[in-house]
């Protein structure tokens, strides 16, 4: 899903306490380790964050991917979660 320029990333204004990866409205908690992996946006920005979060980040962001360093495991747990989720899965009770 496009998201407008104007608008910041949702893992920039995450919540203390959970990964960088989750959104400040996804009410869910971090799954695993808060560095399991990174998500890179078509900007290049990256953040880091659960394996949970870090699918519904990917979810959401257009043109987006996980860090090719990311170890393979994580790395299709985060595509295979993605592809099951509407972008923004928190806003239909996801």
Known sequence: M????????????ASHGRCPAAA????????????????VDRHGRESAGCVH???????????ARVHP???????????????ELPPFAWEIGR
């Open 53 to 63: 979060h870090c699918a519904r980040l990917l979810a959401g962001l257009e043109g």
């Open 24 to 39: 400040a409205k996804d009410p869910t908690p971090c799954e695993g380790p808060r560095d399991a992996a990174t998500i």
């Open 69 to 83: 360093f990311v170890p393979a495991p994580q790395a299709l747990d985060v595509y295979s979660r993605a592809r």
């Open 2 to 13: 496009n998201q407008p320029l104007d608008t910041p990333p949702p893992w920039r204004t």
